[in-house]
């Protein structure tokens, strides 16, 4: 069993929709939680970076963190075509990005 | 400002032969890393360098090495490719790999196709 689990999708949504993209893991040690965007042919942009549990806002975007239930999410509002892309969770314990751990993805596409 | 740089984009390569990932970095930052991404298993490590002089070992490094040509610059070898090493590569750097908190930022990407 993989430490951190992400449904690969395809995930197809109108613009205009409110996505939810959603990683689960194992490691109860893990305290940062990101999330990246790649696009087609591109390499990952960090879009959220979260401590511990909690939410937090950045425009569209919410990134929530569930330690309890060890379940994270992304949040989009209002989706654009130009969200279309793969989203990357990751997530480590500490000492740095050495011991970062990735999903394997959800490619998102926004349907005009 | 280029960011991180990689090169080549595409290489072709046939069992056995060497090659050699270049990776530059334009932000001044102590940490770089080459991962491997291969679909259904993520983005994994192979080296990291979280300070110039030296390197280490990340979670697949058979068959790589690397060398910290200096605090820009990271390269990645393959001394006898193997069609396993079929993937897309990706060069990052961050900050300080010891410290938490930094964003790490990545290449564009290297396409390697070993028949």
């Known amino acids: 069993q993989k430490e951190v689990e992400q449904d690969p999708g395809p995930l197809s949504v109108p613009e205009g929709a409110i996505v939810s993209l959603n990683c689960t893991y194992s490691n109860s040690a893990f305290q940062y939680f990101m999330w990246y965007r790649q696009y087609s042919r591109k390499g990952p942009e960090l879009l959220m970076y979260?401590?511990?549990?909690g939410n937090k806002e950045d425009g569209r975007f919410t990134a929530q963190v569930d330690k309890s239930s060890k379940y994270i999410s992304l949040f989009i509002r209002d989706s654009q075509p130009s969200d279309s892309a793969t989203y990357l969770c990751a997530m480590y314990n500490s000492g740095g990005y050495q011991k970062v751990t990735f999903g394997t993805g959800t490619k998102l596409q926004v349907i005009p | 400002n280029a960011g991180v740089t990689q090169t080549p984009k595409f290489q072709v390569l046939k069992t056995g032969q060497s090659m050699t990932l270049q990776c530059a970095q334009d932000?001044?930052?102590?940490?770089m890393y080459w991962y491997r991404q291969d679909p259904g298993m993520g983005l994994r490590l192979i080296y990291y360098s979280a300070s110039e002089g030296t390197t280490d070992k990340g979670e697949v490094p058979n068959g790589y090495n690397v060398s910290r040509l200096n605090k820009r610059e990271f390269s990645l070898r393959l001394e006898s490719a193997a069609p396993s090493q079929t993937s897309v590569y990706f060069c990052?750097?961050?900050?300080?790999?010891?410290?938490?908190?930094?964003?790490?930022?990545f290449g564009e990407g290297s396409w390697l196709t070993v028949v």
């Open positions: 979260t401590y511990s549990s």
């Open positions: 932000m001044n930052h102590n940490s």
């Open positions: 990052a750097s961050s900050e300080d790999a010891r410290s938490s908190g930094n964003t790490i930022y």
